[in-house]
């Protein structure tokens, strides 16, 4: 006996005797395929026989079972070609959407300006780099890496990013300056840094760098530091647990 039994209504339902209830069409299809949905099916068939998949009828398009096998095996043959050049531009579309939402984001990116000092430096680095927009900042942290004594030279340099892929570009305009140096002119800096963008044709700007190096006894004292804060810090235990969440353990 059939496990699925046609009411024959306009609904197109089946009687499912194992369960007794009524199922549609598309529940009974389900079913007989070992819980395997339409599309999934669909798409399974796809790529077994891609060349029976567009034979098939589809929205937009007549079948070809009809057709003798020349006819139709040559019309197939333009449909995989037509919809893999379909799908090669719908790709090339969405990579271009996503690296304009990619320039639009970094073009509004706008970096927070912080100040020098001994403590931007990590343990196990020789140099840091700090971030700023304007002339005027720069000149605050060209005075402030000469106060404060542990700085051996510094380097000035641009972030931007390549228009055409979104990737992120730094480029070092200026390097190996020392701290004792009169900073650099501003006609200098701009008329410099201007000269280096107009060389690069795709390059879009965001916002300047100064890379700091610092002395070696500073730099080996901060690693030493760490070193031994770290040996020193107490293990680390399991907090304890309130008397409440043991009881609603138990």
Known sequence: ?????????KGRNYLDTLT??????RQRDKALRGNISNEL??????????????????RGRASLLKKS????????????EDEARKAELLKKEREEKFIQR?????AEKKVKFRHLTNRILKPGSKGARVNFNTYEEYLILAKEAKALGT??????????FDENSGKDLGITVFSLM?????????????????????????????????????????????????????KNAPPNRRPRTSKKRKAARK
Request: hydrophobic share 45%; glycine share 4%.
């Open 102 to 106: 990619t320039l639009a984001r970094k």
């Open 151 to 160: 700085v051996i030279a510094y380097g000035l340099g641009m972030v931007g």
């Open 178 to 230: 020392s701290p004792n140096m009169k900073p650099i002119t501003r006609p200098v800096f701009e008329e410099t840094f201007l000269e280096e963008r107009e060389n690069r044709m795709y390059f879009v700007f965001q916002h300047y760098f100064m890379h700091v190096a610092f002395k070696k006894e500073f730099y080996e004292k901060v690693l030493a530091d760490a070193k031994a804060k770290a």
């Open 1 to 9: 006996m059939a496990r699925f039994i046609s009411l024959k209504d």
């Open 20 to 25: 007794g209830e009524t199922v549609s069409k």
């Open 41 to 58: 099916a669909a798409k399974m068939n796809r790529q077994t026989n891609l060349e029976l998949a567009v034979s098939r009828p589809a």
């Open 69 to 80: 096998e020349t006819e139709r095996a040559l019309i197939a043959a333009a449909r995989i």
